[in-house]
């Protein structure tokens, strides 16, 4: 069986709440062995005037994570809030509305980069403490014909998805380089998320005892 490298502490075991129903979310931190449940946020997620995508994101992070915080009904200590947007030069593209919407964004992303942000938030509710930041990626596509195009369309991969796009999905044979978090593309920066929760004390990395196999000796 393989062992959780990252757990959460002893009698805590249900102390991380996930507030997102993203199942790419859950997967990825379920994927490092965190233990949490999920309590999806009914944060608004207006955007305000004069706000950038890294304020846009890192404000509703907070707001998702604050909501189910929030709720006295709710179990936990820690909350963790994400939201991921898809910049195009200054364009923030959000999920498409139909196939003709869904075209029109993966033309324009066709043969040039573009920027992935996703903002996360961590709550402490018996501390109070609140952290939460920005994550940007810069993603790659290569030139698409337009049968590729309606093709991946006709999966129906791109609905529901900010971009149009999945890269972790088919939408994969489009990426042909990433410059930063593959992870923060899927929707969730883990290496900043895991950080932060162990810093805050839900979560420790590797205390428990290693069996003998993995003391190797020195070579002399």
Not at 108 to 134: C, K, M, N, P, T
């Amino acid at each position: 069986m393989k062992p959780d490298p990252i757990f959460s502490p002893d009698g805590l075991k249900h102390g991380i709440v996930l507030a997102s129903a993203s199942p790419r979310r859950s997967q990825l931190l379920a994927g490092v062995g965190i233990v949490f449940t999920v309590v999806p946020s009914e944060a608004p997620e207006d955007m305000l005037p004069q706000e950038t995508p890294q304020q846009h994101v890192t404000r509703l992070s907070l707001l998702k994570a604050r909501e189910v915080a929030d709720r006295d009904e709710v179990a936990g200590r820690w909350f963790i809030g994400s939201d991921t947007v898809v910049v195009r030069d200054t364009t923030i593209l959000g999920k498409p509305a139909d196939a003709g919407d869904a075209a029109a964004m993966l033309r324009s992303l066709s043969g040039r980069s573009h920027s992935v942000i996703s903002g996360y938030a961590v709550i402490d509710r018996v501390s109070g403490q609140e952290v939460a930041a920005a994550v940007t990626t810069v993603v790659r596509f290569r030139e698409l014909t337009e049968r590729e195009i309606q093709g991946y369309i006709a999966t129906g991969e791109p609905f529901g998805k900010a971009g149009a796009y999945a890269i972790q999905g088919i939408g994969a044979f489009m990426i042909p380089a990433i410059e930063g978090s593959y992870t923060n593309v899927v929707g969730l920066p883990l290496c900043e998320v895991v950080e932060t929760l162990e810093r805050l004390g839900a979560v420790r990395l590797f205390e428990a005892e290693l069996p003998r196999s993995a003391h190797l000796e020195s070579p002399s």
